[in-house]
C-alpha cells in the first residue's frame, strides 16, 4: 500500500481521491439502481429473454403462388434483411457517418462522449451526437424512452433524458456482449426509420429507388445514410436541396475514411439525386381488392390462432408470412384486361348519355331527386351533418374545392364540390372480376372493381346483383339431374304460363327481343342462345324449390327466391358464388370450396398452418359434361351469345363453356368462361341499377362483360410459362355415352340430335 508523504497539498490529494471514489461509487450506485429500477424510480429494462430475443414490428406479407410479393399489412412498413443481402456502399456509409470506430469499441465510445461534452461546454452544438449504433439499436429495438420503461423520475424532462442514455448504455454493452458486430449493423439497419413510413434498408431501397438492397450505388447510400439523421428534414420528396446537402456530408465522410477515393469526391457530389420514387401503400401494387378481402378473414385467423396456442401474434407487427392461391401473372393480366375493357366500355357509355344524366326510372325518365339522396346517404355528408348541423353540411358540400379524382386518363387534379364529385363517380360503370381453378379451389387472379385507390367497394364478394341468364345452367342441372329431360331433349320456344301461387301474381316470361320462334330448340340451343321460354319451361317442370336446392348444393350461398321468375336470375349474387358453383360442372361434378391461402408461417420461417382443398361430390361425373356440353353450344353453334369470343383467338384447339347474362333494363351485364382448368366470372353494371345503357346492342353481358373474358384468355394462352392452363378439351368421363333416342354417340359432341314435332316440344 503506497501512503502519501507528509507534505503540503497531502490532505487536498486525499480529499481528491476520497471525491473521485465516492463519485465512482455513485455512479456504479446508480447504473445498479437504473437497472434495478430502484424503488420504481428509473422504470424497467427489458430482461434477458427479450435482449436474446429482439423483436421489432415487422409488415405480414402476401406471396403469390408463384413466390411474387402481393403486398403487405403493417402499421410500420418494416421486412428485414440479411447483412450479406446490403451493399458494401451502404454499409460503409453508414460507419463513416455515423459510428467510425464501431468495429473497436464496445457499445460506447468514449472519444465520442467527450467530443459532445467538449461542445456542450464550448457552445458548439454542432459537434456531432455521442450514441454508438449498438446504443441507437438499443433505443429503436427495445424502446427505452416509451412510456412502457418510465419511472417516476421518469416525467421530468431533463432526468428522463438522462435516465434513457443510462439505459442505453447499459443494454448497448449487454448487446455487444451477446451479438457479433455484424448481427448488430443488421440489427440497426432493419429497424431505423427513412420517413414515409418506410422502416428499414430493404423497404428504403425498394421505395426511393425501386431495387434491392444489395444494388444501391454509392450515391443511393450516402443519400440513404444521410437521411438516419432526421427523415423529415432530409425528406429527398419535400426537402431536395437539404437531401442533397446532406448527402454529400456523407460523401465526404467517406472520402476522409477513404471508403472513396479523394479524387472522385466531386464527381460523386455532382450527381443528382437519381430518386425513382415507388411508395408500397395499401392502395398500390398487385390485386388491393384481394389484400382487403383478405384483411379481415386474416385478422379472425389471428385471433383464433392466439387463443389456441397461447400466442400474442399481430397481422400488423409480426412478420407473417401468408403464401396465397393467386397468380401474379394471371392477376396481372386480369387487371390489364379488365381495365382496357371497361375504359372502352366507359366512352361508349359516355356517348350514350351525352348530355344528359343517366339514372332513370323504368320508364326511362330521370329520377327527381336522384343526387339528392345520394349526397344525403354519403358517409361525409352524415358527418358533417352530425357535427355541423344539416344547413352547413350542405353549404360546405356545394362548394367547391380543388381535389384528386380517378379518370381513365389518369389521377388528374379538378376544382368542383363535393356534390359534384359525387355526380362525377356515379357516372362511372363498375366491375368485378374472379378466375378459379376448378381442379383444387385455388382462386388465381382477384379484381373488385376499377380502382381500388378511389372506388373501394368490392365487386367480387363484397356486391351482389342479379345474374341474369348465368343462372339458367341450375336450372338446366335440376331437370336433367331429375330425370325430366336428357341432353338430346327438344323443346319449343313458346309462351309459358305460371298462374297465380301463394299471393304472387301470374308470368309468363318474354325473350330479350320480345318475340318467340315457335322453333322446336335441343337444349344446347337453348342454353347457347339464352331462350327464356325454355328456361321457364324447366322451371314449371321441376318447381323452383328445387332449383335453389341445386343452385345452393353447386356453390351458391346467397337467399335465393322460391319462384318462377328464378329461373331468369332474379335474386342478387356475388362473382365469388358463382364462380365458385360453376366450377363444380369443371371439375366433374365436385363441388370445390374456394381457397385462397395455401400456408401461414411466422417470420422465421416456421409453418403456423398449412389448407388443404375440401371437395364434395354434388353431381355425377357424366352430369357435370353434359352441362359443359349444353354450354360450350354458346361459343361453337351458330346464334351462340358467346360465338364472338372467336375474334379473340382463344376457340382455335380448344373447348370453352359459357354463359352470358343480361338483366331487365341491361341494368347488369355477366359472363362466365370455363375452359378444362379455368373458370372466371365477370359482372359489369352501374354503382346503382338506375344507371344503365338503354339498348341490347350495347347492354347485353356479351358487349359488356364478355370481351374482358377474350382479353384475358388472349394474354393467359400467350404467356407459356402458364402451362396448367393451355387450350384444350374438357375432360370426358370413362365410358361417356350421350344416347338421343336410340341414337347412340360417343362424346365427339358432333352428334345433333333429331327435331321432335311442336306438338311434342309445347307440353303446356
Known sequence: MIELQPGKYRRSIVRLWRYVGIGIGLVILYIVAVSLNFFWLFGGMPDLKTLENPKSEEASELISEDGKSLGKYFFENRTPIEIGQISPNLLEALLATEDARFVNHSGIDPRSLLRVVKGIVSGNASSGGGSTLTQQVAKNLFQTRSEKFRGVLGYIPLVRTVISKTKEWILAITLERKYTKQ???????NTVSFGNNTYGIKVAAKTYFNKAAWDLNVNEAALLVGMLQNPTLYNPLRFPTNTLNRRNTVLSQMAKYDYIPADKLELYRAKPLGLNF???????????????????????WVKLYNEEHDENLDLYTSGLKIYTTIDSRMQQYEEQSLHDHMKQQQKLFDAHWKGRNPWIDAHGKEIPGFVDRAVRMSPHFVSLKNDLGEKKAWEIMRKPVKMKVFSWEGEKVITMSPVDSIKYYKRLLRSGMMSMDPRNGHIKAWVGGIDFKYLKYDHVKQGKRQPGSTFKPFVYVSGLDKSFLTPCDHVTDAPVYFPAENGAPAWSPHNSNNKYSYQSLSLRQALGKSVNTVSAYIMKMVRPKTVVEYAHKLGITSKLEEKPSLCLGISDVSVYEMVSAYCSFANGGHRTDPMTVLRIEDRYGNILQEFYQKQNQELSENMAYNMLYLMRGAVEDPGGT????KQYGVTEGNEIAAKTGTTSNYSDGWFMGMTQNLVTGIWVGGEDRSIHFRTIELGQGGRMAMPAWGLFMQKVYNDQTLTDYRK????KPDNYVLDCGGVAT???DTYIPPSRSNDEGVLF
Open 746 to 748: 360417343d362424346s365427339t
Open 642 to 645: 358467346a360465338a364472338r369470343l
Open 183 to 189: 448481427e448488430i449493423l443488421q440489427m440497426y439497419l
Open 278 to 300: 415507388t411508395v408500397d401503400s395499401h392502395n398500390t401494387g398487385l390485386a388491393p381488392y384481394f389484400r382487403e378481402s383478405m384483411r379481415n378473414y386474416l385478422k379472425s
Open 728 to 731: 384444350g378439351p374438357f375432360i
